[in-house]
């Protein structure tokens, strides 16, 4: 720093905080505040100063009719503290919607049915799972491959004659010799209840 810095500093140094005094002399602030603590002179620390409760009252009385931008210059207060003030106060504006088709399932005001994997809810413990159904959890639980049952056009339908291995369509014979190739045991459970 020059002399003339230098000076400047110390002089101003006990009523001016250090960020101002930084910018005045133009020098950077933490450069200035280590150099006048060697010399043992303190500067005051910078507050912001409170946000008048006039000013939150503002906001919670015009938030809907006005953007932050505009409670900003109607109330002096930065627009990010005024945000941050509508966020304290739980005041959150309304997302916009986004364009395309409503969806029907919604519109129609019917429940949206639970699905697993993507394909078909999953049963209930009532439901009995015949034994090519318990193949193709073996075959899932083995390689993580889905495996599902599909109708003839290739969409999956819970009561199809057909299952979708991957990318391979399976008669239900092929699905399952594939699941006794890997050590599907469909009388495993009897074995161990006797």
């Given amino acids: 720093m020059t002399a003339e810095q230098q000076a400047y500093a110390l002089a101003n140094a006990p009523t001016t905080p250090v960020c101002i005094l930084a910018k005045a002399i133009g020098r950077d602030a933490s450069t200035l505040a280590r150099w006048l603590k060697r010399r043992g002179v303190e500067c005051p620390r910078l507050y912001i100063e409170r946000v008048e ?32 003030m509508r966020l304290k106060l739980g005041l959150k504006r309304p997302q916009p919607k986004r364009g395309g088709k409503p969806n029907p399932v919604k519109a129609k005001g019917k429940p949206k049915p639970a699905h697993t994997n993507g394909y078909f809810r999953p049963r209930s413990v009532e439901q009995p799972k015949d034994t090519a159904d318990r193949a193709a959890e073996h075959i899932a639980s083995y390689d993580r491959t889905p495996v599902f049952r599909i109708a003839d056009d290739g969409k999956p339908h819970p009561k199809g004659k057909l299952w ?26 009897r074995r161990l209840a006797a």
Avoid: C
Avoid at 171 to 189: C, I, N, S, V
């Fill in 53 to 84: 409760q006039t000013h939150e009252q503002y906001v919670i009385a015009n938030w809907l009719g006005q953007s932050d931008a505009e409670l900003s210059a109607n109330t002096g207060v930065g627009a990010e503290t005024i945000r941050k």
């Fill in 164 to 189: 979708r291995y991957g990318t391979t369509r399976l008669t239900t014979e092929q699905m399952l010799a594939k699941a006794y190739r890997k050590g599907f045991d469909p009388d495993a459970w």
